[in-house]
């Protein structure tokens, strides 16, 4: 039977099976090529899009707004809407459900994206909550794809630093449903979140994924992709003494790259990323406790192994798989 997400929310890669995460991936490959070739599309013509955002963002916008253009349909930029203030969660959902073919939500509370579902009407993708940010592991997984000649189940993917963000959450997820090795290392008290670890420990006995936690940077060895995240996410902001102490140990260093014994290993961070004092964040960090860069050296950052950028623009072509499955004409 072929396979259908039409209709389908977005809400976590919980909700999808090996074989349909596998889809959107070849779907992105296939629609990279396509934009490559310059070839015009109109999988999403005669679709409206609205984005609702409670959060910033520059590639998340950007890129489910160039993905519903490429393919001929319309979006709204909602940041400033009565949801919660002067009309309830509920009713706006409704309504926009009533404008829409599909909605996107950034936002704080992972509840408020399921929230929107039960009551859209229409499919709801999530784009970051506090939980989950399931279209930036797509893109990652896709960047991985693009620099190994190893199937997905050869790999091993380290995620260094706060393992248990929204970020590290959905690449657990992705790398248990895809059978990969994923190595979260960061200190104790930043470990995967047990309930999920023991929820995707279950399910990789049936994929042959491998799961592990440690505390221990040497176990970086043997990696095919290091990745980090920043050590606060969006609304924890006072956590940045607390996290400086706890994460420093566990920067990507060039001795981190090293240590993975494979010259081939590529560096991944799904940015922003404090590599720099380019910032007003960096500049404050750097004031307050002196460091130049935080989560990776800016000279890993940098480097020929990193693919950050090719990582950024794969979030255009699968937020765009993501939409053309679920609501396109195709
Ligand atoms: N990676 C990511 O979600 O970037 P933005 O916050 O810029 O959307
Ligand atoms: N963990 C980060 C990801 C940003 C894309 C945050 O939530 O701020």
């Known amino acids: 039977m072929p396979l259908n997400l039409k209709g389908r929310s977005y809400l976590t890669l919980k909700d999808f099976s090996p074989e349909e995460i596998r889809y959107l991936l070849d779907l992105s490959h296939d629609l990279k090529r396509k934009k490559r070739a310059g070839i015009p599309g109109d999988l999403l013509r005669g679709r409206n899009i609205v984005l609702l955002f409670e959060k910033t963002s520059t590639r998340t916008r ?70 989950f940010h399931p279209t930036q592991a797509l893109a990652d997984i896709m960047t991985l794809e693009e620099n190994t000649k190893k199937p997905l189940s050869a790999c091993k993917l380290v995620y260094m630093g706060d393992a248990r963000n929204n970020v590290a959450n959905s690449l657990m997820v992705i790398a248990a449903k895809l059978g990969m090795q994923y190595t979260a290392i960061s200190p104790a008290s930043l470990k995967p979140e047990a309930a999920l670890f023991d929820e995707m420990q279950k399910l990789a006995e049936t994929t042959g994924a ?121």
């Open 210 to 330: 491998k799961l592990q936690w440690s505390d221990q940077v040497k176990d970086v060895q043997g990696a095919d992709a290091v990745y980090t995240d920043v050590w606060v996410s969006m609304g924890e902001e006072a956590l940045f003494e607390e996290r400086i102490k706890l994460l420093t140990p566990y920067r990507v260093t060039e001795d981190v790259m090293r240590l993975t014994g494979n010259p081939g290993c590529i560096f991944l961070h799904c940015l922003p990323s404090f590599h720099d004092l380019e910032t007003t964040t960096g500049q404050e960090i750097h004031q307050k406790y002196g460091l130049t860069e935080m989560e990776v050296e800016d000279r890993v950052f940098r480097s020929p192994n990193s693919k950050v950028f090719d990582e950024a623009e794969n979030r255009l072509h699968t937020i765009k798989a993501v939409m053309v499955a679920t609501i396109g004409r195709q």
């Open 62 to 131: 950007c890129a489910f707004e160039t993905a519903c253009w490429d393919e001929g349909g319309n979006a709204t930029f909602l940041s400033n809407s009565q949801m919660g203030k002067k009309e309830s969660l509920e009713d706006t959902a409704r309504v926009l459900g009533r404008f829409y073919d599909g909605i996107e939500f950034r936002g704080f509370d992972h509840r408020t994206v399921e929230d929107l579902a039960r009551f859209a009407g229409v499919p709801v993708w999530n784009g970051l909550t506090d939980r």
